[in-house]
């Protein structure tokens, strides 16, 4: 079981291959691993946004906007960091 447990090796290919749960309480490890991923500005920001798409899609459920789907890999890690 991948739940209660963070992502590693934290690359994005682990990420993408992660068995997201679908509750915050069980993918709150993960959720951390995700947010650690997307705030390492030493990744690509591609990866970095990438890794929180598929958080948001795989991990909360979200779609479209909602999953960042409307702004760009950059926009979208900048309103991130911005939350942080």
Do not use: K
């Not at 309480?25 to 970095?48: K, M, N």
């Not at 948001?56 to 960091?81: I, K, P, Q």
């Amino acid at each position: 079981m991948a739940h209660l447990q963070p992502i590693t090796p934290l690359t994005i290919e682990a990420i993408y291959a992660h068995e997201w749960v679908g509750n915050a309480w069980s993918d709150g490890p993960a959720f951390a691993s995700v947010a650690g991923f997307a705030s390492d500005s030493s990744r690509p920001t591609v990866e970095r946004a990438g890794a929180l798409r598929c958080m948001a899609r795989n991990g909360m459920g979200l779609t479209g906007d909602d999953a960042g789907d409307g702004l760009t890999d950059a926009e979208l890690v900048l309103e991130f960091m911005q939350d942080q």
